[in-house]
């Protein structure tokens, strides 16, 4: 079936540093691949997504890319703020068979000014 | 524009009390209506999916059921709340496969079962 692991939290990172949170997954055929963020107390907010191989998915500083190579997505942000604290979802849906997501388990991010 | 909004936001519910949450997605036709539950510890457990009116596919055995009476409406119940039912609950909506397939989320709902 189809599967996705995201590293061990919690990320704990000073203003204006780099960020990466590392993304693989198993999945048949061609999967899309997103990434949400969770902020405290809110529900999943789409963050980008990338549909096929080398696409890069970018919003508000974060970018990821595609890499069927690999098979990964790992979320990237070259100056995080303190405002980027929260919960970071990686996801897939598979593009044959069953529509239904799957979700990795999640990477808190703690930004410290 | 598509929005997706549930209800209510928090709750506090007696153990073996009922429990409805609601959930109605507006700007879209047809869309697979998903009910999730995010327990501490921040994972996402999936309970319920529907891909339209009347149809309910459980993933995890319990004592919630789900519902979908209309297109756009689906509703999360239990007739006896056990403490192990709380947690946050999110509704979700995607469009039908083939049709582009992102998952949108709603602002989720606090059950404390007390």
């Known amino acids: 079936g189809n599967s996705v692991t995201q590293m061990e939290g919690p990320v704990t990172l000073s203003e204006e540093a780099f960020l990466t949170i590392n993304c693989t997954y198993t999945a048949t055929g061609y999967p899309s691949l997103f990434w949400y963020v969770q902020y405290p107390g809110e529900g999943l907010q789409l963050l980008l997504k990338a549909t096929k191989a080398d696409d890069k998915g970018s919003n508000k500083g974060f970018e990821a890319t595609y890499r069927k190579e690999t098979t990964s997505f790992h979320l990237e942000k070259g100056s995080v703020q303190v405002s980027d604290s929260a919960v970071y979802f990686c996801?897939?849906?598979?593009?044959?068979?069953?529509?239904?997501?799957?979700f990795g388990r999640g990477t808190s991010l703690i930004v410290h000014p | 524009s598509q929005t997706i909004h549930q209800w209510p936001a928090t709750l506090v519910q007696p153990v073996g009390s009922p429990l409805s949450l609601e959930c109605t997605v507006e700007g879209t036709s047809n869309p697979n209506l998903y009910w999730y539950r995010q327990a501490a510890g921040r994972g996402l457990q999936l309970l319920f999916y529907?891909?339209?009116?009347?149809?309910i596919s459980s993933e995890v055995p319990q004592n919630l059921s789900a519902s979908r009476p209309q297109d756009r409406q689906f509703i999360l119940s239990s007739k006896k709340l056990l403490l192990s039912d709380s947690g946050f609950y999110l509704c979700?909506?995607?469009?039908?496969?083939?049709?582009?397939?992102?998952?949108?989320f709603g602002e989720g709902s606090w059950l404390t079962v007390v």
């Open positions: 529907s891909v339209g009116i009347g149809q």
């Open positions: 996801a897939l849906t598979a593009s044959g068979g069953s529509y239904i997501p799957t």
């Open positions: 979700a909506w995607s469009r039908p496969p083939g049709t582009g397939n992102t998952i949108y």
